[in-house]
């Protein structure tokens, strides 16, 4: 994290998180005496009203109690982001020396050296006492000289930025405690907070203080058995909310806490303590007997060890990793204390909290530590060691941990649609309440009356159970979710899902299987000199060696990074199907003939392991002793004589190789150098005459059918020149792996996982756009999206080259004069971008322009490619696929290209070569365009790009996969249909639920509105039928609808103020008032029908609610609410058709039946409980026919009518508005015809960024198709619209 500061003052800062990528503004208050007396009294008296709104908006108490103070004096700290509140932390302080502080942060601005020196240079007795706070388990301290607070995660010891670690004899005694008080205990907790706590938190829920308000307004009203259910219905939800959120808190905290005994290094004394005592600079043993997991960031300072960092990555290969050298001093110098990740050749010294160790040697080969409590330190060399660099919430795990507590708020449109909805029905109760109370004021009612029912109309209004309704679709979509090994730490997400337009998909382990199989290796060919041979399947077949001592077969036995453990080989899969397919095996390296002979010495060149050929025994002792190889030829020599690994340069993401440093065993002379990696990085480094004639059609052929292709070459080294260890150790791996000698090709083949087809031309079939990103070849990843359907098998793809001429060339203008009609190119002049386009497979006759990658004919001349490029350029049945240099110098090193890089964005289909930071970058450009995103791997260096989409779906069941919102055990890509699938139907669910409980609400308020004409409500009994026994029932089983059988290409809406869904309420709110108002008029016109009175007339409240209007509203309504249910009832193409709903079938047939009996053979004892009076046959039977004639015009309305309605009455309802703001403007001036229409000047047009031109964009003819433009397009559709092959090209 990065801290700097924008001051108003002494008491603001702005701190900037770098791993966030966000930032906060921290501003210092104090508590005034006045202020807070002020607060309480005004809580006190309006009787915790104002303290409920203070939990709610969180300013009432900060801008009344507390007055701003600097921030060095500060008792409070007020966190906000962008001016919302976001935390209010209490200031604690901390003692510490001030070299600690001014060498730990040092200086950060200008001008603050000679400050820090001042404060180093303080008395080291005199102790500082430092304000500190935490937010979020972020801890920040006070840093007197430079004015402002800095994250104690940013501390770097001062010997660190010198490269030298702390002391064999470790922290003195003092030390540790000044930095135990600075950074807090080493341990991941998080505090759970208490049941009563948990209560109060929830019980202050808006939803739940509107509900408790209601209940009291009904308990006025002497709703007493309603309000009964209500309550005991809300203990319910609450209960299971709070049992909920703390098993959910008491797994996170299981997962994330933990503490080991250690033996640490202080005072040059050894003991042992416990794990929670580390501090950063702390020199601690690793050993397995005593701890498996690693407690804390740490940096190894000698043996090494091999770790399971699966926590991490979701990959649980295991990874080895070396002790810190004089060489490799730099990863202290120049490492980044506030990164979440390190680069490779960092991260191969350093031990990341969380991960599992799988073995630990010490320098001299010795197993594990010493587990002796002896306080004597013994010899270093004999253990493995670790300094401690970040501890806590500092460490990765803990980002993770934090990450997990406080991921990043979410935006949808349809939860903030919901909100303003509530919002207009607010307003609608405030409308019926005034209307009301004039009318009720008329009839001489009561103010205590009027009060209660106004109160009574808001609840009736806003129903409180319209939250828990909405929510209770994702509940069973989330059930459902699990039932088919799909799992979910964010619930909401799944609403997000319906509206996912493309999915990224990592290639190996999600589309493909995990591991790769060795199919066999092309070397070069004695019969056709120069040139490849065919592919060898076993080592038996390949020829003998042309380049000297130099052996393919060492190559796969030595060339690689396996570890030993219980015998085993461990590591990378791809290195142990290596060894597998050699037939080797190694041994540890201890063992040379001279220590066998006893002539050994120190300066002999001690081996890292020792591989052993098949056709020697794997004991040492029993090998084929050096006579025996004396006479042998080079061939018959490398196939059976031992060869020893003397130094290994691991695997490196930025050169893309690993190599080795190998001897035979008993010929010293014969030292070599092998190095195995992508074809295009070692063909760069083998000498040119050693390349093969077809390098290239070999290579191409094996990638564009799939194959994975790994290339390896090697030289000899002057045996004299590396005859020491020193040489050995010293030498440079730039000069070693330079001017080699190709060896061959490694083709592994990696096959598609079943279902892997079907699932993504079910996706095609949606017009979901597929996207593949992948670290692989790009040709390889090609090959592999043909053969899943992830590029359909007519489109050809064209694979991105970069050009090493940084300079660039100007464009001539041709490409400026071509017109497909879907973009046009830049001005000409522009610098064109260093990336040309290929065909994939070859063919050289057709490439895409730089510029507007449209398809030209490579050669003018030749005028069938000049034709088929003209054709494709017609048809847009063309992709590319990005690699991920490509990618970095357009997206990254040139802003001039944005359009350029728009164009690659809605083409692109592969992306190969892509770093995790890339995946996530993409995830985010996408976004950009409008894309709601899924992006589905297998955990392994997928994090970031699950992280950063939309929706992240994780097949790994590693700790990892926490990071994603939905995690699957069932490792194939079928679970992004599935969730998809649910999304589209909870979507659906919650729009219908919504929509049903709106329309409820406005037939329970035209009942209320009717009755209090005479001072009539209905009866307890009533109120308790309709809500519990009749909307809950409804609302729940609608809500178990499973979803649609397949995926349709058009998405669900996720605005609830579209045009459908507006005409449809409104005009089906329409119908029901319609529909009341008429039986309203027509009881009272009944001969039989008798007004509501008072039963005592002086008093105008005692009006009974029993009486004929009541009885007939009632018995009408029911029957409302129950084809309320059936018309919002959505089918396909989201949700299963309602027949085949059978729970909400069996309700909604026992409804209808209890209901029709109760209309038309009326009960006595029904008759009292509901308050009902008895009425004639005749009227009962209309009745009945009043409802079904709502009901069939309802369903007509919503199926027929509302939504062809819809887009009329949209442009008509624009028409009105600029005509009222015509008329407006008009008098100040303004022009009328801009005003009409809806489009902005074309010289300005913004949508597509500098892609469009004025001409680009024509407006539709009349003002009426202009009316019926939609301005808030997302850019990609835009975009789309205007490719050639138009919308669904992909």
């Not at 930032?23 to 809580?43: C, K, P, Q, Y």
């Not at 990696?750 to 095609?764: D, M």
Request: hydrophobic fraction near 45%; charged fraction near 20%; charge should be neutral.
């Amino acid at each position: 994290m990065d801290d700097s500061r924008k001051r108003t003052g002494r008491c603001f800062q702005r701190a900037c998180f770098a791993e966030d990528e966000a930032s906060i503004d921290l501003l210092g208050l104090r508590r005034s005496i006045a202020g807070t007396t002020a607060f309480w009294a005004l809580v006190f008296l309006s009787v915790g009203v104002v303290y409920v709104l203070d939990k709610w908006i969180n300013v009432i108490y900060v801008n009344v109690a507390l007055r701003r103070a600097d921030l060095a004096k500060a008792q409070y700290v007020w966190v906000q982001q962008n001016g919302k509140h976001l935390s209010l932390e209490k200031m604690n302080s901390v003692f510490v020396s001030p070299a600690l502080v001014a060498h730990g942060f040092g200086p950060t601005a200008a001008g603050d050296e000679e400050t820090v020196d001042s404060l180093a240079s303080a008395e080291e007795e005199r102790m500082l006492e430092l304000p500190v706070f935490t937010f979020r388990h972020y801890r920040f301290v006070y840093h007197p000289q430079l004015d402002m607070f800095v994250s104690v995660g940013l501390w770097k010891d001062a010997q660190w930025a010198q490269g030298l670690a702390t002391g064999t004899l470790g922290l003195t005694l003092q030390q540790h405690s000044q930095r135990l008080e600075l950074f807090g205990k080493c341990i991941i907790d998080i505090c759970e907070k208490s049941y009563l706590r948990l209560l109060v938190e929830e019980a202050l829920n808006p939803f739940y203080v509107f509900q408790l308000a209601s209940i009291a307004i009904w308990c006025a009203e002497e709703y007493y058995y309603y309000s009964i259910v209500i309550f005991a219905i809300s203990l319910l939800s609450i209960a299971a909310t709070l049992f909920s959120t703390k098993r959910t808190m008491r797994k996170i905290r299981q997962m994330s806490i933990y503490t080991c005994s250690v033996v640490v290094v202080r005072n040059g004394k050894r003991s042992v303590v416990d794990s929670s005592e580390l501090v950063p600079g702390d020199i601690f043993e690793l050993s397995e007997t005593r701890f498996k997991t690693v407690p804390c960031e740490a940096l190894l300072l000698d043996g090494d060890c091999i770790v399971n960092e699966s926590m991490l990555t979701g990959e649980s290969v295991p990874e080895s990793k070396i002790a810190m050298t004089a060489a490799s001093d730099y990863v202290l110098k120049d490492i980044n204390m506030a990164a979440h990740t390190f680069p490779s050749d960092f991260s191969r010294h350093m031990l990341f909290a969380g991960t599992h160790l799988v073995r630990v040697r010490g320098r001299r080969g010795t197993n594990a530590a010493c587990d002796s409590t002896d306080e004597k330190v013994i010899d270093a060399a004999s253990y493995a060691t670790a300094m401690v660099l970040r501890t806590g919430f500092n460490t990765t795990k803990g980002m993770l941990v934090r990450s997990i507590l406080f991921p990043k708020p979410t935006s949808f449109k349809f939860y903030r649609d919901a909100f303003r909805f509530i919002g207009v029905l607010a307003i609608v109760a405030l409308v019926g309440f005034i209307i009301n109370t004039v009318n009720l004021h008329r009839l001489g009612v009561s103010t205590s009356r009027i009060v209660q029912r106004a109160f009574d109309l808001i609840t009736v209004v806003i129903p409180p159970a319209l939250p828990a309704c909405m929510s209770i679709g994702v509940a069973f979509a989330a059930s459902r979710l699990r039932k088919k090994s799909i799992f979910t730490i964010s619930p909401s997400k799944i609403n997000v899902a319906s509206k996912v337009a493309a999915v990224c998909f990592d290639k190996t382990g999600t589309l493909t299987e995990d591991g790769l199989d060795l199919l066999g290796i092309c070397v070069l060919s004695k019969q056709s000199e120069g040139s490849l041979a065919e592919l060898a399947f076993c080592v038996e077949d390949l020829p003998e060696n042309s380049h000297g001592f130099l052996s393919v077969v060492h190559a796969l036995a030595t060339c690689h990074s396996l570890s030993l453990v219980d015998g085993v080989p461990v590591g990378d899969p791809l290195e142990s199907k290596m060894l597998e397919f050699s037939k080797w095996v190694i041994s540890e390296g201890c063992y040379s003939p001279e220590a066998a002979s006893g002539k050994e010495n120190e300066t002999m060149v001690k081996p890292v392991f020792t591989a052993h050929p098949p056709c020697a025994s794997t004991v040492p002792g029993a090998m084929e002793s050096a006579d025996s190889a004396i006479g042998m030829s080079a061939a018959r020599a490398s196939r059976c004589e031992a060869v020893c690994a003397l130094k290994v340069f691991e695997f490196s993401s930025n050169l893309r190789r690993s190599s080795v440093v190998t001897r035979a065993l008993y010929s010293h002379d014969r030292i070599c150098a092998y190095v195995k990696g992508a074809p295009e990085a070692i063909r760069a480094i083998c000498q040119p005459q050693t390349i093969p004639t077809n390098y290239d059609s070999v290579l191409d052929g094996y990638t564009q059918s799939g194959r994975r292709v790994i290339a390896l070459a090697g030289k000899q080294l002057f045996p004299d020149s590396y005859s020491s260890p020193g040489s050995i150790a010293g030498i440079e791996r730039t000069a070693m792996e330079s001017q080699l000698c190709f060896l061959g090709f490694l083709v592994f083949e990696n096959k598609i996982k079943p279902g892997t087809t079907s699932v993504l031309e079910e996706l095609r079939d949606a017009r979901i756009r597929m996207i593949m990103c992948t670290g692989d070849n790009a040709l390889t990843a090609v090959s592999i999206a043909r053969e899943c359907c992830l590029v359909a098998d007519e489109a050809r793809v064209f694979v991105s080259h970069l050009s090493s001429d940084s300079s660039g060339q100007k464009d001539s203008g041709l490409s400026s004069e071509k017109d497909s009609g879907i973009f046009r190119s830049n001005a000409p002049g522009l610098a064109m971008p260093r990336v040309c386009w290929k065909d994939a497979l070859g063919s050289g006759g057709i490439e895409l322009d730089p510029l507007t990658l449209e398809p030209f004919a490579a050669n003018p001349l030749d005028q069938m490619a000049v034709q088929s490029a003209a054709d494709l350029a017609r048809s847009g049945r063309y992709c590319v696929a990005v690699t991920g240099d490509a990618f970095s110098y357009l997206f990254k090193e040139c802003p001039e290209h944005s359009d350029v890089c728009k164009r690659i964005l809605m083409r692109g289909a592969v992306y190969a070569r892509m770093s995790p930071e890339q995946k996530a970058d993409l995830i985010e450009l996408l976004q950009g365009l409008g894309y709601i995103t899924c992006f589905c791997g297998d955990g392994a260096n997928d994090c970031a790009a699950l992280k950063t989409a939309d929706v992240g779906i994780s097949l790994s069941e590693a700790e990892a996969s926490v990071a994603a919102p939905f995690t699957s055990h069932v490792k194939n890509i079928g679970c992004v249909v599935e969730l998809l699938k649910e999304g589209r139907c909870s979507i659906a669910t919650s729009f219908g639920c919504f929509k049903f409980m709106a329309l409820y609400s406005m037939i329970q308020f035209t009942s209320c509105c009717l009755l209090y004409v005479y001072n009539v409500n209905l009866s307890d009994g009533q109120y308790l039928f309709i809500d519990l026994f009749t909307i809950l029932p409804i609302a729940v089983c609608m809500d178990r609808s499973k979803p649609y059988s397949r995926l349709v290409p058009k998405r669900p809406s996720a605005s609830l103020t579209s045009k459908k869904v507006l005409a449809s309420l409104i005009g089906n709110v329409a119908l029901v008032i319609a529909f009341q108002v008429a039986v309203f008029f027509m009881v009272e016109a009944q001969p039989w029908y008798q007004k509501p009175r008072p039963e005592d007339p002086s008093d105008p409240d005692s009006v009974p609610n029993k009486c004929d209007l009541s009885t007939a509203i009632f018995l009408f309504s029911i029957f409302q609410y129950m084809f309320a249910g059936m018309v919002f009832n959505i089918g396909p193409p989201y949700r299963q058709p309602a027949l085949r709903n059978y729970v909400y079938l069996a309700v909604v047939v026992l409804l209808v039946a209890f209901d029709m009996w109760m209309l038309l053979a009326p009960v006595k004892g029904f008759y009292s409980l509901f308050g009902l009076e008895r009425t004639k046959v005749g009227w009962r039977l209309t009745l009945l026919g009043m409802a079904a004639a709502n009901f069939v015009a309802c369903y007509i309305g919503e199926r027929f009518v509302f939504a062809r309605i819809a887009l009329p009455l949209a442009k008509l309802f624009r028409l009105a508005k600029w005509t009222v703001a015509s008329i407006y403007y008009r008098a100040r001036g303004v022009g009328l015809r801009s005003l009409y229409s809806p489009f902005k000047p074309a010289a300005s047009i913004e949508c597509g960024g500098d892609i469009y031109r004025s001409d680009d964009v024509r407006e539709p003819a009349g003002l009426w198709s202009r009316l019926g433009y939609h301005q808030g397009r997302k850019e990609y559709k835009i975009l789309l619209a205007k490719m050639a092959g138009g919308p669904s090209w992909y």
